[in-house]
Each structure stands twice: as C-alpha cells, then as structure tokens.
C-alpha cells in the first residue's frame, strides 16, 4: 500500500517534539517486543486495522501512513494488496485515561507536546483555574501495537507495542502514531520480552 503523504497531525507532532530539545529531561516511550531471537526476512508487507470496521478511514491512513514509514525504512515494502503481500501488519492505537494530579489555584504555563516520561512532564495549555478547590485533570496513556504476520503458515514472526503517557490537554491517540512508531521500530527487532524506554526523537 503506498503510503500518503502525512496529515497535519503529524505534522503538528514533530513540530511538539523538537520543541521538547529545550526540555532538560528527554520524554522516553515504553517499548515491549516479542520474537523468536532469529533474523526477521524482509518482504512486501499489507498494512491493515486491527479493528475491520477503522479500514479506509482517514484515522487508519494516518496509522498506517506512520507505521509504513518506519517499516520502509527497516526493509520493508508497503503494498495495496493482502494477495501480493509476504507479510500482515495489523496495527492497533489505544488510548486510556488516568485522572493526574489536581489542578491547583493559580497559573500554570506549559510549552511543548504534552508527552510525559514518569513524573517529568510538558503541558499544552495555560490553565487558569477558578475558585479554590483543586480538581482533578484527565492524563491519558497513548499505546501503538503493531503484529507481523508471515503470509507463509500464518503465524506471528514479530509483534511489539509502545507507550507514552501525556499529560492533561496534551496530544493523544492518532496524532502519537508517528512518534510511537519511530520509537517502537527503533534498532528492529530489539531485544525480545524486554520493556526498554526509547527516547523521543
């Protein structure tokens, strides 16, 4: 499948991760990958939804536009068609909420993209609350999962997932993809059963 060119989303997300240079501690992302340990071959590849009914969405192109870039780059050709492919990426993008720490009285400026690494963290917004009870803010945990499938027997050869914690009116879901991906294809295949945290570049 040959990729389109990338949406603003993305765009709008590099843009929020080079401002991160002037943050004194790098966001990290959360990678976990499985494989046998073996060389993983390289072939056609047909990217498609983990969930059937996002096929031929924009949110999907955006997924897959992401996702198909990073898979370029390690070997790999993106084609439109399961029936010429050697290989199945089924991709999936997941986002939960976690309710962070309470708003507190008075200003709050925050630059950036909004990603968070632990308790380190860059706001979008500036937030002026009123009244003098902390509430509590809606942070959300973005997840990009990506299997691959040989064509030959069907069978799983690599699958991996990384994640990124944003703080409350930071970036989520969709627009993360670009990010999460370059994270989670970051020296392929990487070491099997082992959470690693990648650096945001």
């Given at each position: 499948?040959?990729?389109a060119?990338?949406?603003?989303?993305s765009?709008?997300v590099i843009?929020?991760?080079?401002?991160l240079?002037?943050?004194s501690?790098?966001?990290?992302a959360?990678?976990l990958?499985?494989?046998q340990n073996?060389p993983?071959?390289r072939?056609?590849?047909?990217?498609?939804?983990?969930?059937?009914a996002?096929a031929?969405s924009?949110?999907f192109?955006?997924q897959?536009?992401?996702?198909?870039?990073e898979?370029?780059k390690?070997?790999?050709?993106?084609v439109?068609?399961?029936?010429?492919?050697?290989?199945?990426a089924?991709?999936?993008?997941?986002?939960?909420?976690?309710?962070?720490?309470?708003r507190?009285?008075?200003?709050?400026i925050?630059?950036g993209g909004?990603f968070?690494?632990g308790?380190v963290?860059v706001?979008?917004?500036?937030?002026v609350p009123?009244?003098?009870?902390?509430?509590?803010?809606?942070?959300?945990?973005?997840t990009?999962?990506v299997?691959?499938?040989q064509?030959l027997?069907?069978?799983?050869?690599w699958?991996g997932?990384?994640?990124l914690?944003?703080?409350?009116?930071?970036q989520?879901g969709?627009?993360?993809t670009?990010?999460?991906a370059s994270?989670l294809?970051?020296?392929?295949?990487g070491?099997?059963?082992?959470?690693?945290q990648?650096?945001i570049?």
């Open positions: 499948m040959r990729m060119p990338a949406h603003l989303g765009a709008l843009a929020a991760a080079l401002a240079g002037a943050c501690t790098t966001p990290s959360n990678v990958r499985f494989h073996q993983v071959s072939g056609t590849v047909y990217l498609k939804p983990a969930n059937p996002l031929g924009l949110e192109q955006a897959a536009n992401a996702v198909g870039a898979l370029r390690q070997g790999f050709e993106p439109s068609s399961p029936q010429v492919a050697q290989f199945t089924v991709i999936d993008v997941q986002t939960t909420e976690r309710v962070g720490p309470p507190q009285s008075g200003v709050s925050g630059i909004g968070s690494s308790n963290g706001g979008t917004s500036v937030q009123v009244g003098g009870q902390p509430s509590p803010q809606v942070a959300t945990t973005t990009l999962s299997s691959l499938v064509a027997g069907n069978q799983a050869v699958e997932r990384s994640s914690d944003t703080q409350p009116g930071g989520r969709t627009p993360l670009p990010v999460l994270a294809f970051q020296d392929f295949p070491p099997s059963g082992k959470t690693v990648v650096p570049r």
